[in-house]
């Protein structure tokens, strides 16, 4: 049921060489290959049929469940609409990935719109790949949303990466924070050739204590652009911070927009942003430990992006 | 060992007219350093012990003359080629960095990610505790633990010569003399030919060979003994007043 090339896809996106452990659900040019549930956590298609909901119960520890997606059938753009229900007290983590191997001229596009309900005291990692290739010359297109609810004292960690090989990128993260919770969100993307990748952000901080730290770092080669939007709004004592990097490499191009909101006296939220070249004192540093020049630059963009 | 031959570097700048004035920052300089030897670096701001420095290592470029290293000449060598053939340098702001580990740049630096080995690396170095191995070198670090950190990696290299540009900005007086134990044990130890360039009289005092700089040029070599006045001199100059409506920067220096 998996070829060779959907076990290379689902071994970069997913860092899968065989079926995982535990729950699972892979979908496959839009129809589900494969699934596997476990006591704890329930994985079905939902009532529209467009998606999956994975719902996890209370106090479920330890546990882990993997929903890649992979796509070679050209001219197919999937949409799926995918709920998690996190239940109280519960500790897991989430894979989600998303891998087009494109081969012919016609366009392939995945967008994933994923909702998070996380109950009380719930702690969840969030891990998310992308990551297109094949030598086809269709268009490579990938608009992942996550939308994210935190009740109270929930925490949830957020990876989103996307690695290479997407044309076209449109991702779009919301979170509303109840009182007490907290979310770090870091956002990963490089960019070659004549790729777009636009990240739109908002975060609200509603409850009493919420947390909130986004973290962008862009790496940007050839001619791409990256436009990178983030917007933090405080509606109660809270703290948020922003924090994006972009290293452009060649002729790219970036914007970097970070906004914050205050709208209680007691919210505290900063940022900071930059753009630039590969600092050559980093450089310098890494070629007088006998780095070569590509070498240099090699550790310190793997390094930005870890 | 390292052998300079009519070393210069000059750079062009403009003055408030636009008109280009070249500066000359080392100045027609032969010198002679000898395998195994210490040598300190001394004299006022600016005058070039920093530049002279990075010549060597191939970080700046020289106008005019020669470098080399064990008889060979480097003069048009790469940084990359010159720390291949055994020359080690440390920054007096060392870089920092984003996601990369204190562990990465060892890694590098003595080409093996063996625990034990990075270990060794530390435990010789003398950096407590070994926890840090894992601390990223980003702009959390306090001043003294990225100097900390610049030594070990240096130190890391096996160099055949080492050059450390004010191994001391930002170290406590308390670490200052286990600092300078440590440099002298490498020099002993591992033949390892030294050049520290700084103004701590610790340095001064433990060095073979004291080298005192003035305007790009080598004006004193030898004992400290007969440095110091010289050093003394210095001080006076530094501290002279500057009359009211002074432009010249270099007077407030």
Not at chain 1, 197 to 210: M, R, W, Y
Not at chain 2, 115 to 121: V, Y
């Amino acid at each position: 049921m998996l070829n060779a090339l959907d076990k290379e896809l689902l071994k970069t996106i997913a860092e899968l060489d065989k079926l995982p452990q535990g729950a699972y659900h892979i979908r496959k040019n839009g129809k589900t290959l494969s699934r596997a549930t476990t006591a704890n956590i329930n994985i079905e298609t939902n009532e529209k049929e467009n998606g999956i909901t994975v719902t996890i119960a209370p106090g479920t520890v330890n546990e882990s469940v993997h929903i890649p997606v992979i796509l070679n059938q050209g001219g197919l753009n999937d949409v799926v609409y995918n709920t998690f229900i996190v239940g109280e007290d519960a500790n897991v983590t989430i894979i989600a990935g998303c891998g087009i191997q494109c081969a012919g001229p016609e366009s392939q596009g995945h967008e994933g719109i994923h909702e998070f309900h996380i109950k009380r005291g719930a702690r969840v990692k969030y891990i998310e790949k992308h990551y297109a290739g094949g030598y086809g010359s269709g268009k490579r297109t990938m608009n992942p949303t996550t939308k994210v609810f935190l009740e109270e004292n929930a925490q949830v960690e957020m990876e989103l990466t996307q690695l290479g090989g997407v044309d076209e990128a449109n991702r779009v993260n919301e979170a509303v924070l109840g009182p007490g919770s907290s979310l770090l969100v870091t956002e990963r993307v490089m960019t070659d050739g004549d790729q777009k990748a636009a990240s739109h952000n908002k975060i609200i901080l509603e409850g009493d204590d919420s947390r909130s730290n986004m973290v962008s770092r862009s790496v940007i080669k050839g001619k791409s652009r990256q436009d990178f939007y983030a917007s933090m709004v405080a509606k109660a004592r809270s703290f948020g911070h922003i924090e994006c990097d972009a290293i452009i490499m060649d002729n790219g191009t970036n914007e970097t927009i970070p906004s914050l909101r205050a709208e209680h006296p007691d919210a505290e939220l900063s940022h900071e942003a930059s753009i630039g070249k590969i600092a050559g004192d980093q450089l310098m540093k890494l070629m007088s430990m006998g780095a070569t020049y590509e070498e240099a630059v090699n550790t310190i963009i793997q390094g930005f992006l870890r | 060992m390292l052998e300079l031959k009519n070393l210069s570097f000059s750079v062009v700048e403009r003055d408030e007219d636009h008109h280009e004035q070249q500066l000359d920052i080392i100045k027609d300089m032969s010198y002679t350093f000898k395998k195994g030897k210490f040598y300190a670096i001394t004299g006022p701001n600016g005058s070039g012990k920093t530049t002279l420095s990075k010549l060597i290592m191939g970080i700046n470029k020289q106008t005019s003359g020669g470098v080399y290293f064990e008889g060979n000449d480097i003069t048009h060598l790469s940084i990359t080629e010159r720390a291949k053939a055994g020359i080690a340098y440390s920054f007096q702001h060392p870089a920092r960095f984003k996601g990369i580990t204190f562990r990465d740049l060892l890694a590098i630096a003595s080409k093996t990610d063996d625990e034990e080995k990075l270990l060794k690396i530390v435990r010789r170095v003398g950096i407590c505790p070994l926890s840090f191995l894992d601390k990223p070198v980003d702009s959390t670090l306090s001043g003294g633990e990225i100097k900390k950190i610049e030594l070990a990696t240096t130190i890391a290299r096996n160099p055949k010569l080492a050059i450390y540009d004010e191994p001391d900005t930002g170290i406590d007086l308390w670490t200052i003399t286990p600092m300078v134990a440590l440099l002298k044990r490498e020099q002993v130890e591992n033949k390892t030919t030294t050049i520290v360039v700084s103004h701590n009289r610790s340095f001064l005092e433990a060095a073979d060979e004291i080298l005192i700089f003035n305007h790009g040029e080598i004006i004193y070599e030898g004992d400290l003994k007969k440095a110091l006045p010289i050093l003394a001199d210095f001080r006076i100059c530094n501290f002279k007043p500057c009359p009211e409506g002074e432009k010249d920067a270099q007077c407030f220096r």
